[in-house]
C-alpha cells in the first residue's frame, strides 16, 4: 500500500502550490485527482484484502472491472460537462494530437454515449492495469511513470504557450485544450511525488506501491491523455506500460491457439510479464529495469517529438 504516499504527496503538493499562489484549482487538475484517487481506492481495496487474507487474492476480476468502469464513467460524464463550458471545444472526438474529426455521436446520442464510455474504459483500463503489470521488479513501474508522466508536463506547457485564447499567429495550429497550464502542474506533482517514491523503491525496495498506486497512477495517467486531448498518442507515451502488456496478451493467447491445435500449450516468453522472462534469461535485475527505463524513455521522447512535429507542419 506504498501508493498512498505517492497520491498523498501527489495532491498535497497541487494544493499546496494553489493556496499559496493564491489560486482556484482548475477543473481538470480536479479530473486527474478523481481519477487518481478513484482508483487508488480500486487498488487500496484490492490490498487490504491481501494483507487482512494473508494471500496473493484480493478483488475478483470482475470486482476490478466494475470499480474501474464506475470511476471511468463518472470521469467521461464530468469531462463532458466541464468541457460544454467552451463551445469550440469537442466532446464527441477521439483525439491524437487533438481531436480528430471522428464524431462517435453520428449514429445518434443513445449509441454515441456508449461508443463513449467504451473508449474511455479502453483507455482507463488499460493504463491503470498496464502500470499494475509492470510494477513487478524494484522501480520499473515508478521510474517508468516518471518518464511517462513528465512528458505530460512539456506537453501541457506547450499547449498552454500556444493557446488559441492567447497566441496572434500560427492561429491554424493553436490548441484550444482547458486549463493546460494546471493540467502540467498536476503533472508535475505527481512526477515529483514518483522521484520520492522512487529513491526506496529502487532495489533493494523499501517500500511498494502495490495496486494503490500502480492503479491510481495508472489512471493519473490516462485522465492526463484525456484532459489534454492526446488519447492516442498515450499508446507511444506510455509505450513501456504496451509493451509489457502485449507480452502477456501474446503468451495467453499463444498458449491458448497451441493447446487447442496441438493438445500441449506453448509459449512464447519463458515467463510474462516481458521482465520477467528476461529475469530467467540471466539479466540482472537493475539491468532490466534500467534498460526497460531507456525504453521508455525513447517513446516518451518519440511521442513528445511528434506532438511537436504535428504542430509545426499540420500533420
Not at 9 to 28: D, L, M, R
Not at 100 to 119: E, H, K, N, T
Not at 127 to 146: K, P, R, T
Not at 207 to 231: C, N, P, Q, W, Y
Amino acid at each position: 500500500m506504498g501508493g498512498i504516499v505517492i497520491l498523498a504527496a501527489a495532491v498535497i503538493g497541487y494544493f499546496s502550490a494553489k493556496f499559496i499562489n493564491g489560486e482556484t484549482p482548475s477543473a481538470s487538475a480536479l479530473l486527474v485527482i478523481f481519477m487518481m484517487l478513484g482508483l487508488g481506492l480500486v487498488g487500496f481495496i484490492d490490498d487490504l484484502l491481501k494483507v487482512r487474507n494473508q494471500r496473493s487474492l484480493g478483488l475478483g476480476g470482475w470486482a476490478k472491472i466494475a470499480g474501474q468502469g464506475v470511476v471511468a464513467i463518472v470521469l467521461r460524464a464530468s469531462a463532458a460537462a466541464a468541457r460544454r463550458e467552451r463551445a469550440h471545444s469537442s466532446i464527441n472526438s477521439i483525439s491524437l494530437f487533438r481531436d480528430l474529426p471522428l464524431d462517435l455521436f453520428y449514429w445518434g446520442s443513445f449509441i454515441g454515449m456508449g461508443l463513449f464510455v467504451a473508449w474511455v474504459y479502453l483507455l482507463v483500463a488499460s493504463a491503470s492495469n498496464g502500470v499494475n503489470i509492470a510494477d513487478g521488479l524494484d522501480g520499473l513501474a515508478s521510474g517508468s511513470l516518471v518518464i511517462s508522466i513528465g512528458a505530460y508536463v512539456v506537453i501541457g506547457f506547450w499547449q498552454f504557450n500556444q493557446s488559441c485564447a492567447t497566441v496572434t499567429e500560427n492561429l491554424s495550429s493553436c490548441y484550444e485544450v482547458r486549463d493546460p497550464l494546471d493540467t502540467a502542474v498536476i503533472a508535475t506533482a505527481i512526477v515529483g511525488a514518483a522521484l520520492g517514491f522512487l529513491w526506496w523503491n529502487t532495489s533493494p525496495a523499501q517500500i511498494f506501491m502495490g495496486d494503490t498506486g500502480s492503479l491510481g497512477l495508472g489512471g493519473g495517467l490516462a485522465a492526463l491523455a484525456i484532459v489534454s486531448r492526446t488519447e492516442l498518442l498515450l499508446v507511444l507515451i506510455g509505450g513501456i506500460f504496451v509493451i509489457v502488456t502485449g507480452s502477456v496478451v501474446i503468451q495467453r493467447l499463444y498458449f491458448k491457439l497451441t493447446r487447442k491445435l496441438t493438445g500441449v500449450g506453448k509459449r512464447v516468453f519463458l515467463m510474462s510479464p516481458l521482465h520477467h522472462h528476461f529475469e530467467l534469461k540471466g539479466w540482472a535485475e537493475i539491468t532490466i529495469v534500467v534498460r526497460f527505463w531507456i525504453i521508455g524513455a525513447l517513446c516518451a521522447i518519440s511521442g513528445v517529438g511528434l506532438f511537436y512535429v504535428e504542430w509545426i507542419y499540420g500533420i
